[in-house]
């Protein structure tokens, strides 16, 4: 069964992919539970965004109520590169490539 990219990591930084569906974010929250409990270590789901596409505004700001975070919308820029739903251009990476 090929499942895909279920997750990005970066240094601290946690990108978890879903359907968005109830019982996904259910078991995302049950992890986060088991991350603190077992390290010691609280997220701070204040600092989280949700990002939902193709769900009704009802529906993302339920699920955002649920996992106690916040709604945000694309495209961000996540290390000065944006975060966009399409194939990222030349021009998009530009200020990464300038950097170095």
């Keep these: 069964m090929d499942l895909g990219i279920l997750h990005l990591l970066y240094a601290d930084d946690l990108f978890p992919l879903s359907t968005g569906n109830w019982e996904s974010l259910m078991v995302f929250k049950h992890t ?10 609280k997220p701070n789901l204040q600092k989280c965004n949700l990002f939902a596409a193709g769900i009704s505004n009802d529906t993302i700001l339920d699920l ?35 950097k170095n």
């Design 32 to 41: 986060l539970e088991q991350f603190e409990e077992l390290s010691g270590l």
């Design 64 to 98: 955002c109520d649920f996992m106690g975070m916040s709604k945000s919308m694309l495209p961000v820029k996540y290390l000065g590169v944006p975060l966009i739903s399409s194939q990222l251009s030349i021009k998009d990476c530009k200020i990464v490539v300038e």
